[in-house]
């Protein structure tokens, strides 16, 4: 049974830092690429960070230079680490491979808050 979690996150003000964890209980889970994803109010989910089973990395314009993506195959986790963060981050984060197998999962995700 698959099973991913998201942790890590809370309410933190503008320019502070958040380090989220995804840990996945997914067989092979060093194969497969990995995205995190958010969801802010009233807005459709968008992807933030990508990491391939290669380690190459990928952002979105928006958090380029302050989101860092990592995993630990060993521990079946992937990272977000987050700085200087804005309230435009403020949203649910989420994670999950990018195979075609999990296109209806979801975990339930971690809310990340910034204020002003």
């Known amino acids: 049974q698959v099973e991913i979690v998201e942790s890590g996150g809370g309410l933190v003000q503008a320019g502070g830092s958040l380090r989220l964890s995804c840990v996945a209980s997914?067989?092979?889970?060093?194969?497969?690429?990995w995205v995190w994803y958010r969801q802010a109010p009233g807005s459709q989910r968008e992807w933030v960070a990508i990491?391939?089973?290669?380690?190459?990395?990928t952002y979105v314009d928006s958090v380029k230079g302050r989101f860092t993506i990592s995993r630990d195959n060993f521990k079946s986790t992937v990272y977000l680490q987050m700085n200087n963060l804005m309230p435009d981050d403020t949203a649910v984060y989420y994670c999950?491979?990018?195979?075609?197998?999990?296109?209806?999962?979801w975990g339930p995700g971690t809310q990340v808050t910034v204020s002003s």
């Open positions: 999950k491979p990018t195979s075609p197998d999990f296109n209806d999962y």
């Open positions: 997914v067989i092979n889970f060093s194969f497969f690429d």
């Open positions: 990491i391939l089973s290669n380690t190459a990395t």
